[in-house]
């Protein structure tokens, strides 16, 4: 049974670079045909996927939020990253990772999510 892990700081300063890590456990991210996403949900509002890293390493982004966003890996650790620059309090949200299976767009195991607050 796949486990994702998010972590990262609860609060965050407007204009800062936020940076999020999910840990894997129960299952390898280089594993064919699986894919790495993020998704979030401000509160009151519906999720949103920010961005995506697939088994080979690649990646695509939600064109709303590319030119802020990057997500990497570390093979090593098990572990994929997300970056997310010049953040405002329009930011604020529950960050979640996710494994989806066989394409971009699918998604079928969630991590618990984690809080972000962005204020000064």
């Known amino acids: 049974q796949v486990q994702l892990q998010e972590s990262g700081p609860g609060l965050q300063k407007p204009s800062q670079t936020l940076s999020l890590t999910c840990t894997v456990s129960?299952?390898?991210?280089?594993?064919?045909?699986?894919?790495w996403s993020w998704i979030r949900q401000p509160p009151g509002k519906g999720l949103e996927w920010m961005g995506v890293?697939?088994?080979?390493?690649?990646?695509h982004y939600s064109p709303s939020l590319k030119s802020r966003t990057s997500i990497s890996r570390d093979t090593s650790k098990n572990q994929f990253t997300l970056q997310l620059g010049s953040v405002t309090p329009e930011d604020t949200a529950v960050y979640y990772c996710?494994?989806?299976?066989?394409?971009?767009?699918?998604?079928?195991?969630w991590g618990q999510g984690t809080q972000v607050t962005v204020s000064s």
């Open positions: 890293i697939g088994y080979s390493g690649s990646t």
């Open positions: 129960g299952g390898s991210i280089t594993t064919n045909r699986y894919y």
């Open positions: 996710v494994r989806g299976y066989s394409g971009y767009y699918s998604y079928s195991d």
